[in-house]
Every structure is written in C-alpha cells, then in structure tokens.
C-alpha cells in the first residue's frame, strides 16, 4: 500500500471482497494511517476503497448471475436438496424474500465483516437491477470505509488497536450469524417435520 499508494488500496479492498478471509479491517485502518505520513489523503484512501469494494461485489455478483435461480432449484430437486433438507419451494421463498428486502440487505451487510462480500451473490442469482445493486453497495462501502480509515487516521500508530477491535466485531458477527443460521435450518426443518405429520 506504502508503495503503490491509491492503486495499491483498490486492488486489496477488490480482492478481499473476493476472498472474504482477507480483513478489510486491516487495510482500511492501516490506509487511515498512512495518511498521516505519506502524500495520501483520507478522501482518497475512501475514494480507492470504495472503487475497489465495487469492483469486488461486481464479480461476486457475476458469480451468483452464473448460479441462477433455476440452476439451484434444479439442484434442490435433486440429491443435493435431499441432503441439505432444500426443495425448489425453498430456493423460490429466498428469491421472494431478496426481491422485497434486497436493497436494505445489501445496504446493512456491506457494514458487516465476511457477509459484506458475500451478500453480492444472492443479489447476483436474483437479478437485483444493476443500478440499485451498485448504488446500495456503494452507500453501505463508503460507511464501512469511512468509518476504518478515519478511525486509522485518529488513531495514528495505534491502527493496530482499531483493526484488532475491528476484528472482534468480526468475530461476534460471526457467531450471531452463524447462530441465527442454524437456528432458521432447525425452524425450517421442524416446520416441514410438523407439515408432514
């Protein structure tokens, strides 16, 4: 980042969209810092930040364009589905879910850590319009990225302190995810259990 500078930010904020494990925490509070001692400005650091959260979310959104609805469904109805407990209805219900809630879930997910990148692929599978898509996600990258590289900037040296602090929301996000997740496949599961009764 020292050496390429703004260039350098758009492609690690690109790829950690890609590869959600790599920590936007990082990179952004480091970029803040950065702004103390070399020619890079915060605006800017935001400004490459954002491009490359874009340019992440838009392969991402490729990516679920290619693994459509029918396609899933498809794999629903089979051998997969059975194993996972899905049906077709299940994958139809989701889409029905993304087309109301779509805009607020991309908008509220871009603020949270591995699921910012990640909510780009159902938007991509339920055809989200590409200038909501890319508005929503902009809206959400720029609080994200805001908040990080100013955060880096305030805090000069410590940026350390921040992407660790940064990193345990990560983590708490994490588990209530994963939490609701599975409590949401057992809610599901027993519905269908209490329907076939």
């Given at each position: 980042?020292?050496?390429?500078?703004?260039?350098?930010?758009?492609?690690?904020?690109?790829?950690?969209?890609?590869?959600?494990?790599?920590?936007?925490?990082?990179?952004?509070?480091?970029?803040?810092?950065?702004?103390?001692?070399?020619?890079?400005?915060?605006?800017?650091?935001?400004?490459?930040?954002?491009?490359?959260?874009?340019?992440?979310?838009?392969?991402?959104?490729?990516?679920?364009?290619?693994?459509?609805?029918?396609?899933?469904?498809?794999?629903?109805?089979?051998?997969?589905?059975?194993?996972?407990?899905?049906?077709?209805?299940?994958?139809?219900?989701a889409d029905a879910w993304f087309q109301k809630k779509g805009r607020r879930a991309v908008f509220f997910c871009r603020c949270v850590p591995?699921?910012?990148?990640?909510?780009?692929?159902?938007?991509?599978?339920?055809?989200?319009?590409?200038?909501?898509?890319?508005?929503?996600?902009?809206?959400?990258?720029?609080?994200?990225?805001?908040?990080?590289?100013?955060?880096?900037?305030?805090?000069?040296?410590?940026?350390?302190?921040?992407?660790?602090?940064?990193?345990?929301?990560?983590?708490?996000?994490?588990?209530?995810?994963?939490?609701?997740?599975?409590?949401?496949l057992i809610w599901l599961l027993g519905n269908r259990k209490i329907k076939n009764l």
């Amino acid at each position: 980042m020292e050496q390429y500078g703004y260039p350098g930010i758009l492609f690690l904020i690109a790829l950690e969209n890609i590869f959600p494990p790599i920590p936007s925490e990082v990179i952004l509070t480091f970029g803040g810092f950065l702004t103390t001692y070399t020619s890079l400005g915060v605006p800017g650091v935001v400004l490459a930040a954002t491009l490359g959260s874009l340019a992440g979310a838009a392969v991402l959104y490729g990516a679920g364009a290619l693994l459509n609805k029918e396609r899933l469904k498809k794999l629903a109805a089979g051998r997969a589905g059975k194993l996972l407990g899905l049906k077709p209805e299940d994958v139809e219900k989701a889409d029905a879910w993304f087309q109301k809630k779509g805009r607020r879930a991309v908008f509220f997910c871009r603020c949270v850590p591995v699921v910012r990148s990640l909510i780009s692929i159902p938007a991509g599978m339920s055809r989200m319009e590409l200038p909501q898509f890319f508005l929503y996600t902009t809206a959400g990258s720029l609080i994200w990225n805001i908040l990080l590289v100013s955060l880096g900037a305030l805090m000069g040296e410590s940026w350390r302190y921040i992407a660790y602090l940064a990193g345990e929301y990560s983590h708490v996000m994490l588990i209530v995810l994963g939490i609701s997740l599975i409590s949401g496949l057992i809610w599901l599961l027993g519905n269908r259990k209490i329907k076939n009764l």
